[in-house]
């Protein structure tokens, strides 16, 4: 009998879901409260969330913040579910918000609730917040996720704070491509081409293998410089180690670009023929 209850109410949730329909939902969250089986099941609270928020939008925003207060705080699901879903629709603030009352509250962090509040601490422009993640992460171990270390280092870069963003990716005790293209991509927003050349050495050395996004930084470090020889040698790896250059649209808008830009205007219309550009319009 039991079990056919949650089966009835997790198909209610699904048909709400469907149908958009937040009155409904209000009806059964109160339900779950007044019986307490949002309290005995893990499920309902994750189900629950994410039927609210898969449809969030500011007029029910403080209903969502509300349930914060009724959720079983050693279940960290719902409330990254609440988090993820603030910042990805545009809720930077809200999402701030939710992960600031996950610590006060004792709701375990991980590396998604992590992720989640850089993105929109980056949003915010945030960047007493951001380097309070960071010292969190640091007193929590949580360093040790390159995943964080990558969030983090992200956030330092797009927030123009390239000698943080470079001092993160040193303190990351396992790296890899994802963060090292982070700075780097941070180097090319600052135009600092010689910086993230010297950056690309330092990525050889530590053994990380350049991936399209890589060449593709380098290329525009090439054009900032005007510096046509190591272009050319950059075109030269990208010949080698890319096989579907003709699908690349990105890689090929680098090169003609890195070759107009360095006043081979010739070469940079090659290119673009190459590319197919010139007979798609």
Known sequence: MFIQKLDSINGFLRHCFQTKNVRAIKKVHAHLLRTGLLFISRSFESKLIFTYTAFLHRNNSKTVTALLKCI?????????????????????????????????????????????SSVASCSMKDVKFGAQIHSLVEKSGWLSSVFVGSALVDLYAKLSLI???AKMFDEIPV???????????GYGEANQWVEGLEFVRKMRALNLKCDHFTLSAMLRACAGLSAIELGRQVHGSVIRMVSD?????????????????????????????FSGFGYNG
Not at 175 to 185: E, G, M, P, T, Y
Not at 251 to 273: D, P, R
Request: charged share 10%; aromatic share 14%.
């Open 245 to 273: 250059l003709e699908d690349d649209v990105f890689l090929q808008s680098s090169l003609i670009e890195m070759y107009g830009k360095c006043g081979l205007v010739g070469k940079a219309w090659q290119v673009f023929n």
């Open 175 to 185: 790296k890899n491509i994802v963060c090292a293209n982070a700075l780097l991509s």
């Open 163 to 165: 000698n943080d963003a």
């Open 72 to 116: 079983n705080p050693a279940n960290q699901l719902p409330f990254n579910m609440i988090l993820s879903d603030y910042s990805r629709n545009g809720f930077s603030f809200l999402a701030l918000q939710t992960f600031s009352f996950m610590h006060t509250n004792g709701v375990p962090l991980d590396t998604y609730s992590f992720c989640c």
